[in-house]
């Protein structure tokens, strides 16, 4: 599988990354029926590099944390 970082999500994908990233205790089955969608899609999408970037980039949004904000105490 090759990774497409110009890959646009669908509207379903866009709001299961809302979800895992706002909470992500919510279980894939929970996330499959509430979005209509069989739990083997859930399984794909998180498969799938452009929607695990976008489930990061969202939860790092949610948490307050801006890329470079944080850096390594040695």
């Known amino acids: 599988m090759s990774y497409n970082s110009n890959k646009q999500l669908t509207h379903k994908q866009k709001l299961a990354v809302e979800v895992m ?3 992500p205790r919510f279980n894939q089955k929970e996330l499959a029926k ?5 739990d083997k899609t859930i399984v794909n999408w998180l498969n799938d ?3 695990i970037d976008s489930i990061y980039k969202r939860y ?3 948490a307050g944390i801006k890329k470079g ?3 390594l105490v040695g």
């Open 34 to 38: 509430e979005l209509g969608v069989c």
């Open 21 to 23: 990233a706002v909470s």
């Open 60 to 62: 790092m949004e949610v």
């Open 49 to 51: 590099p452009t929607v």
């Open 69 to 71: 904000m944080y850096k």
